[in-house]
């Protein structure tokens, strides 16, 4: 019969209309500005720096193979000198990522042999600025080690236990890798241990419960 | 008490009518030193009470259109289950208010190679029949604006100049989204307008006149049991009150008949190239013409202001086109878009015979005699009979042709 299909639509959208109203469940919009949703454990955004204890103790070496890797180019680093001798030491002067370019590939954090750079979950981010509004300097890249356990606690853990055996086994012959001057551009950095792969990458991780709050 | 809630308005006009004349008087007596003369009084009544007419009326439908596009979204929000507007005033109830404050302050934007003059006249033309089309219309008792004797003819033919519009508006944009919005809208309102014209006929023919007063009056009075007497509730007057709700969507362009505009292949059909507030007329103009339609389908089958004395009969008349614009908009919020030889086959193979049909209908009803309930019943049977008999010839063969499945060949 001519009509049956259309009623059949009317009688779905029409208990729709009226479920929304009894039923808040069934809304699948939240209130964004006063409500907000849970993010999921494993969601990135933009990278960040991570520090241990003091924004001093940044775990970056400036080894620059991250601004070497990021596929849009946007992370710019320069390495601090000694005042006296000038010669490099392992840490960065400049470390600027243009987060109006970065794309969110995660790749600087998947090649940072050092567990130095991780992705941020922040979202809100605008600016007025067209052009310099959103290069964040070291500054503003630099966030504690908690933050990021807070974040992605599961992956935080595993960096963590990564980090704490690589030194045990660092340990002993510390001295040598620590004292070698580390020439610019030319000789890879030192790993910190031989055996562990250069990429920090996290195995896949069973799914988490989602976080309460970020 | 009924009588004051009832005749409110009128009652309000007559004072403001009153008012002016007694300030007319007064200004003649201070320049010339005499009162006006009786005639110079009648005009400056009739004047005053045309201009307040159309102020009462452009005021309160402006107002009805800005609270429809609200009803609008809240609704489709709802259907789809999200919120829709919720942060301008309570409920997001002033969310129109907004909107029309962005829509003046935009730019206004004309195409370079656009025929200026009617790019600049296709929203106010197109507003004009919409606002137009009020006039015809009994809002409550003592409340119609105009007493013409041929005023379906009349609403019908201002409705029509509504086409010339949006031709115009494709026209002038010199834009091909914009001029095949124009032809769709064109070939879809005149088909339409057959089918729409023709369910009305019915009505007219029990009647026996044009006049929509007289239509109004011949459906009873204010009783419960008068609310039998709607035309809807025979099988003609059903039937044609079905024609007559698809004709006017698609008339006023509505989903799921807004091929002239469908966003999705034309962008927005007829008015791409508008922004700003000549937009913001055409979406009045399409509000408005829904609601003139809505208070068309209102006079014609659901007996007009009329309605049990617990409401003003104003209010019962506005209930009830609130009520066709509550359906219209769920209709949008669940039919997809038809396509352009679907709207087309539907309009004449399906609606045009079916509407003849209810014509020759309500000549048998008309004949059959309805003296006593018995012969009354009989009669509505027998109608009803034919209607049904009608339908069912018109889904079985007509659009089964018409809506034929396609088959794919390699998807399938
Ligand atoms: S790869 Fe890691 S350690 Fe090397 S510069 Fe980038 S963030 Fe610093
Ligand atoms: S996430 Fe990708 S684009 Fe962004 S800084 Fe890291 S490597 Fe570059």
């Known amino acids: 019969m001519l009509g049956n299909g259309m009623i059949q639509g009317l009688l779905v959208t029409a208990r729709n209309l009226l479920r929304s109203y009894f039923d808040p469940e069934c809304l699948t919009t939240i209130q964004y500005p006063e409500e907000r ?13 991570v520090y241990d204890g003091t924004p001093d103790n940044l775990r970056c070496v400036a080894c620059k193979i991250c601004e070497q890797e990021c596929p849009p180019q946007c992370i710019y680093i320069e390495v601090e000198r000694d005042a006296k001798t000038g010669k490099p030491v392992r840490r960065p002067r400049v470390f600027d990522i243009d987060y109006s370019v970065c794309m969110q590939c995660q790749i600087c ?7 130095a750079i991780k992705m941020d979950q922040i979202y809100e981010l605008s600016g007025t600025d067209r052009f310099g509004g959103m290069l964040m300097n070291k500054g503003a890249l630099l966030k504690s080690n908690e933050y990021y356990h ?6 935080a853990n595993e960096v963590d236990a990564r980090l704490s055996q690589s030194k045990k086994k660092a340990s002993p012959p510390a001295a040598k890798p620590a004292a070698a001057p580390i020439t610019l551009q030319s000789a890879p950095p030192p790993r910190p241990t031989p055996s562990a792969p250069p990429s920090p990458s996290v195995p896949p991780t069973p799914p988490v419960p989602p976080k309460s709050d970020v | 008490m009924y009588n004051f809630f009832d005749q409110l308005i009128l009652t309000l006009g007559a004072w403001v009518v009153g008012l002016v004349v007694a300030c007319g008087n ?13 005639a110079a009084a009648h005009n400056v009544a ?33 259907i789809q289950n999200r919120y829709g507007p919720n942060r301008v005033g309570p409920f997001g109830l002033f969310q129109f208010v907004a909107d029309g404050v962005k829509m003046l ?18 929203p106010a033309v197109v507003l004009a029949p919409a606002l137009l089309m009020f006039a015809f219309l009994p809002f409550g008792r003592n409340m119609a604006p105009t007493n013409l004797d041929t005023a379906v003819i009349a609403f019908f033919a201002v409705g029509a100049g509504s086409e010339m519009a949006l031709f115009m508006a494709g026209w002038g944009s010199r834009n091909k989204y914009s001029i095949l919005g124009a032809m769709r809208a064109v070939a879809q309102m005149i088909s339409y307008e057959i089918p729409l014209v023709l369910a009305a006929v019915p009505v007219v023919m029990v009647v026996g006149s044009l006049s929509t007063s007289q239509i109004v009056a011949a459906q009873g009075a204010d009783g419960f049991l008068d609310m039998s007497r709607w035309f809807v509730w025979t099988p003609w007057g059903f039937a044609g009150f079905i024609l007559f709700l698809v004709a006017a969507t698609a008339e006023s362009n509505r989903c799921p008949f807004d091929l002239p505009e469908g966003e999705s292949e034309l962008v927005a059909g007829f008015h791409v190239e508008y922004s700003g507030f000549k937009f913001a007329l055409f979406f009045m103009a399409e509000y408005i013409g829904m609601m003139a339609m809505a208070g068309l389908g209102v006079t014609l089958f659901l007996g007009g202001w009329h309605g049990p004395k617990l409401l003003p009969s104003w209010m019962w008349f506005m209930g009830k086109g609130f009520l066709i614009v509550c359906w219209l908009i769920w209709l949008r919020g669940t039919l997809p878009r038809l396509r352009v030889d679907q709207l087309m086959a539907f309009a004449w193979k399906a609606m045009l015979p079916f509407a003849l ?14 003296a006593t309930l018995l012969q009354s019943a009989v009669a509505w049977l027998v109608t009803a009979a034919l209607v049904a008999a009608a339908y069912w010839v018109v889904s079985r063969f007509v659009c089964r042709r018409a809506g034929a499945l396609r088959v794919y060949h390699y998807a399938s």
């Open chain 1, 37 to 49: 949703r849970t993010l999921p454990e494993n969601s990135r955004c933009f990278p960040f720096l």
């Open chain 1, 109 to 115: 954090a998947e090649v940072c042999p050092f567990d």
């Open chain 1, 150 to 155: 807070q974040m992605h606690p599961t992956e």
């Open chain 2, 26 to 38: 007064g200004v003649s007596k201070f320049c010339c030193g005499q009162p006006l003369s009786e």
């Open chain 2, 46 to 78: 009739a004047g005053t009470e045309i201009v307040l007419i159309c102020v009462t009326i452009y005021g309160v439908f402006a107002l009805c259109f800005g609270l429809a596009t609200w009803l609008e979204r809240k609704m489709l929000a709802r």
């Open chain 2, 105 to 122: 302050t935009k730019e206004d934007i004309v195409p370079a190679r656009a025929d200026k003059l009617v790019h600049f006249l296709a």
């Open chain 2, 357 to 370: 049909f209810n014509i020759f209908t309500t000549a048998v009803w008309f004949h059959l005699p309805k």
